[in-house]
């Protein structure tokens, strides 16, 4: 057996059973052996990085590993946006690049491939050797791997807050009078939602996350949503007024904290990694431990100063009326819709789509000046069921994501929220949706620019002329590859045509006709912080 059949093999033996890739000269035998192999299924991308935002967005969506497969030289220079942003994502994922023959001194597609790979900061194995390629693929496999899901086995035991750190931050927190517990990705990856309600209970906390970890509370009566500069009104009051703050698994990030302005009060921060603790932010109490682990002991671990160790619930910030203020809340009330001829207004466009849209549906959303209001109003029923490609802060990554989180999920509706930047720089991926028939709903945000950096420009005073663009017909481009598409210029007309794309058993495009006067409040809170949005 060839080296490359032996490779295919063990990564079809190794339980992989989806690829994303470009064919090329340097990859193309692999591929094939793939692409025949029982079980595998194979998604050709139009670009390699496409293929590599695809198998992030399998990964986040399955939690599973994400594999994707490109070919040499510039097959790879392609991939280095997406790449970096799965590894600052810390996204499982395996992509395999063709190598240009050893004797082949010539080829003008050569290069250190090493260092490309490096330089994204991703690990990088050389498969070109015979006597030892499949070693070390296995070996490249098993650090790819989820290295932050639960435990396994479970008879293994988990590492226990250190005692004295322990004590310390339950006294804080039994002191506390309006508490809340704050939940990041690390809560998500160790299934610790009943552990953390738990705790929330005992001492009457509300409840809330990252964006990430967005939709873990789902369905909890005292669940704020998410926290930070996407928080909605009356998350972002309450949390602000909390007196204690107990995060788990988050990294308590200036997006997470609003520039720390959230963050008032006592901070408990509880992560596995001690590392993660005071990166962003130093805590006033610091527990390491994953969060499962670390939320039953503090639950155990509280005490009232009045009565000794708490036996039962306590209202803590749950007094009366409160489930049903944050039931009541309504969205809308935060803003005044400015939709008139000249568009659509974001907060309102996203709030009916809210409404219209079936709510089992999992949402993909893009960088630019829209992202925070979808982000803020579509709601999502459990982790998992949103994704945010912006921990590099790159445009144009959503549309592959969302058709490799759509592979995760055939049997409900994907939705991507994109900029009409942003999908500029991957319209080519429309086809690839066609081709791969999966259940996709492309919501084009569009207000002919680039929003965030007209924001940016007149808060600087400076032209904003090179941000604009020539309006561009969506819908007519996505008709012409093949998809069921719409313009919205009015509410109406969103509302007819999100209740008629919806029911399509493929994929289609809704061209949302924005106003581009409208400032988001996460854009305005940005400039005045400073003017950074990154």
């Not at 590894?87 to 260092?115: E, F, I, K, S, Y």
């Not at 098993?142 to 035991?157: C, G, H, K, Y």
């Not at 991926?429 to 919501?443: F, G, K, N, S």
Request: proline share 6%.
């Amino acid at each position: 057996m060839r080296v490359l059949e032996m490779l295919a093999a063990e990564l079809v033996g190794s339980g992989l059973d989806t690829v994303f890739g470009v064919v090329g000269e340097g990859n193309v035998e692999l591929t094939t052996h793939l692409h025949r192999s029982p079980g595998v299924r194979y998604v050709a991308a139009r670009r390699e990085d496409g293929a590599v935002a695809m198998a992030d967005g399998y990964a986040r969506a399955s939690g599973r590993l994400g594999a994707a497969t490109v070919t040499h030289g510039p097959g790879l220079t392609n991939t280095v946006t997406p790449l970096t942003e799965a590894v600052r994502a810390r996204t499982p994922m395996l992509l395999v690049a063709g190598a240009v023959g050893l004797t082949d001194r010539t080829n003008r597609q050569r290069l250190d491939q090493a260092r490309i790979g490096a330089a994204a900061g991703a690990g990088v194995v050389d498969l070109t050797n015979p006597a030892h390629a499949v070693a070390d693929l296995r070996r490249e496999q098993a650090e790819a791997e989820p290295a932050d899901r639960p435990w396994q086995p479970p008879t293994l035991p988990r590492p226990a807050p250190d005692p004295y750190q322990l004590a310390s931050a339950a006294q804080a927190l039994a002191a506390a009078q309006r508490p809340v517990i704050l939940a990041g990705r690390g809560a998500v990856t160790a299934a610790a939602r009943e552990e953390l309600e738990r705790l929330a209970d005992r001492v009457g906390a509300l409840v809330c996350t990252t964006l990430f970890a967005n939709g873990f509370f789902a369905g909890n009566p005292y669940d704020l949503g998410v926290c930070g500069g996407f928080a909605t009104g009356l998350a972002e009051r309450l949390i602000g007024d909390a007196d204690c703050v107990v995060a788990f698994g988050a990294s308590l990030n200036r997006w997470t904290t609003a520039n720390g302005r959230l963050l008032r009060g006592t901070v408990i921060h509880c992560d596995h990694d001690p590392a993660a603790i005071g990166w962003w932010l130093s805590p006033d109490h610091a527990l390491v431990a994953d969060a499962a682990t670390g939320a039953a002991a503090l639950a155990d671990a509280v005490t009232d100063p009045a009565t000794g160790p708490a036996t039962g619930p306590v209202t803590g910030y749950r007094g009366p009326g409160r489930a049903s203020e944050i039931a009541s809340y309504d969205v809308a009330d935060e803003f005044q819709d400015a939709s008139g001829p000249d568009g659509i207004d974001v907060h309102a466009a996203s709030v009916l789509l809210d409404r219209c849209l079936p709510a089992d549906r999992q949402i993909v959303v893009d960088v630019g000046h829209f992202m925070s209001v979808p982000s803020k109003y579509v709601r999502v029923r459990g982790p998992g069921s949103y994704l945010s490609l912006s921990a590099f802060g790159a445009i144009g990554l959503s549309l592959p994501a969302a058709i490799g989180a759509a592979a995760v999920h055939p049997d409900r509706l994907t939705v991507c929220f994109v900029g009409d930047g942003g999908l500029m720089m991957c319209l080519s991926e429309l086809d690839t949706a066609r081709r791969a028939r999966l259940p996709l709903l492309v919501v084009v945000m569009n207000d002919d620019a680039y929003g965030a950096e007209v924001q940016l420009c007149r808060h600087h005073g400076i032209a904003d002329d090179l941000a604009w663009f020539e309006p561009v017909d969506f819908a007519a481009t996505a008709a012409g590859l093949g998809l069921p598409a719409r313009t919205a210029t009015t509410l109406d007309e969103l509302e007819r045509a999100t209740g008629e794309l919806a029911r399509v058993a493929g994929p289609a495009l809704l061209d949302v006709r924005l106003d581009a006067r409208v400032v988001t409040k996460y854009y305005r809170d940005a400039i005045a912080a400073g003017g950074h949005h990154g």
